[in-house]
């Protein structure tokens, strides 16, 4: 079976019949190589890490998603305060096109969980298993021996555990450590959701991890096609020097450039491209080519960088400019993002009130008094129950009006709510019409003070001749 070369036409993970052609990228040493799988294993006991870290009682980052509880390093939202989801989403979304815009797709090659797991997880069991590229290309060649399906066993075997493993740490963000080792003890029945949860995502990997691989970043991913739009010639990304490369010949040759044409640089990328060729779609910017192009180099006595981290301006010999329009237009438009984001957080209480007309008749006479009646929704979000006093603001109530029904504190629970039905009243003949008047929720202890307006509403007074509505 023929396998394409890297081109600017093809893509190299395809070949020529239109079959799925497995790489094996070399393994490679170098300042970038160490830097990336540093990064990875920190990255990565962060993702195994956080749900076991308790700040305040819970998880250091819990979404809990049952009882409509997000705790974040100690801080709490309730379903409530989920606008400032927007600020979350739209902030990491920037912030990766901002990046981009400075310094390509770093973002891919460095710390994308995919790119994380499968370079620094699943190829490296890969390599301790199947040998180095030259050896696990002539495993595949092989006719099946009980040596090749003993290793690909062992293999496939480790990968569905570590896909099981990455599964259940995903779930135990949604419903704690505890949570999930108690579900785990018990048979799916109980539990046929996270069950169904663990084995989609289990599968998914599994497939992601075994087969699809850098697929998934050529085919399904969009950041890839987003680059040209958010890149220009003063972005840093990884490149070949054309000009010092060219004529590409062997060492010692008359005439020629630095590259030796080795190969090396294309052995080694996980995408399986030539960078020589100039920027690439299927490029992450993982910069296992400049680490292999740089110990060439070193052996052959040439200066390093013929492969390196730079713009489309340096490669031409031309002054990179960092600060440029679109930079600047970005820089702005973030620092927006964070005044807004700021604010919104600034505005957070620990306590949030809410109060709302019970539904039906919207208010009643009887008796000679009007009444309307209310539901005051307390959410406490301390981590500590609270005593509430719900008064009405005398000062903005009109003269003869009272509020029944919060005579005592309200307890309300850590991280819960508690509905309190209260009723405004005001003799009939001291009533004016319709009016906005305000309550008032103190917390005792903390002192802190909330308040909400509702619309007091009785008969309208160009007719208060008619008969008064009773009471139900």
């Not at 740490?169 to 046929?192: D, E, K, T």
């Not at 309200?410 to 004016?432: A, G, N």
């Amino acid at each position: 079976m023929s396998q394409r070369a890297p081109n600017l036409t093809s893509v190299t993970t395809i070949n020529a019949d239109g079959s799925h052609r497995f790489l094996h990228p070399s393994d490679v040493k170098g300042r970038f190589t160490l830097a990336r799988r540093l990064t990875a294993l920190v990255l990565i006991a962060v993702y195994v890490g956080l749900p076991w870290i308790p700040v305040k009682g819970f998880p250091a980052v819990f979404l809990d998603v049952a009882n409509r509880r997000f705790h974040f390093f100690g801080f709490t939202l309730v379903a409530q305060d989920l606008w400032l989801g927007f600020f979350l989403v739209t902030g990491l979304a920037f912030g990766l096109f901002y990046v981009t815009s400075l310094f390509g797709r770093l973002w891919c090659g460095w710390t994308c969980p995919y790119t994380v797991f499968l370079e620094h997880v699943y190829r490296r069991v890969e390599r301790f298993i199947d040998g180095d590229a030259a050896a696990r290309k002539k495993l595949d060649a092989a006719p099946w021996s009980f040596r090749k399906v003993l290793r690909r066993v062992a293999k496939h075997s480790i990968y569905l555990a570590l896909s099981v493993a990455i599964a259940h740490v995903f779930l135990s963000y949604f419903v704690s450590i505890p949570q999930l080792y108690a579900w785990m003890q018990g048979p799916p029945s109980q539990h046929l959701l996270a069950f169904g949860v663990v084995l989609s995502l289990t599968t998914g990997l599994y497939f992601a991890f075994a087969w699809f691989r850098e697929q998934f970043c050529i085919i399904l991913c969009p950041y890839g096609r987003l680059q040209s739009a958010l890149t220009d010639d003063h972005t840093v990304v990884i490149g070949y020097d054309e000009k010092r490369g060219e004529p590409r010949g062997k060492v010692g040759a008359p005439g020629v450039g630095d590259c030796i044409n080795c190969m090396r640089c294309v052995q080694v990328c996980p995408t399986g491209i030539d960078i020589r060729n100039g920027l690439q779609l299927e490029c992450i910017g993982c910069a296992a080519c400049v680490d292999a192009c740089d110990a060439i180099m070193a052996k052959v006595g040439r200066a390093p960088g013929l492969v390196r981290y730079d713009s489309m301006q340096g490669l031409s010999g031309k002054r990179t400019r960092y600060l440029r329009t679109r930079t600047l237009v970005y820089t702005v438009f973030a620092l927006m993002g964070l005044l807004a984001a700021g604010a919104a957080l600034y505005s957070l209480k620990p306590v949030r009130v809410l109060a709302k007309r019970i539904p039906g008749q919207p208010f009643f006479v009887s008796e000679g008094t009007v009444r309307n009646q209310f539901t005051i929704r307390i959410i406490n979000k301390q981590h500590g129950p609270a005593l509430f006093r719900v008064e009405l603001d005398n000062a903005d109530a009109p003269e003869g009006m009272s509020l029944l029904g919060a005579e005592s504190a309200v307890e309300v629970p850590s991280l819960d709510e508690v509905e309190k039905t209260v009723i405004l009243t005001i003799p009939q003949k001291q009533y004016q019409g319709s009016q906005r008047v305000r309550i008032n929720i103190h917390e005792t202890g903390n002192g802190v003070k909330l308040s909400q307006e509702v619309e007091f509403l009785g008969p309208d007074l160009r007719f208060s001749t008619l008969p008064p509505s009773s009471s139900p």
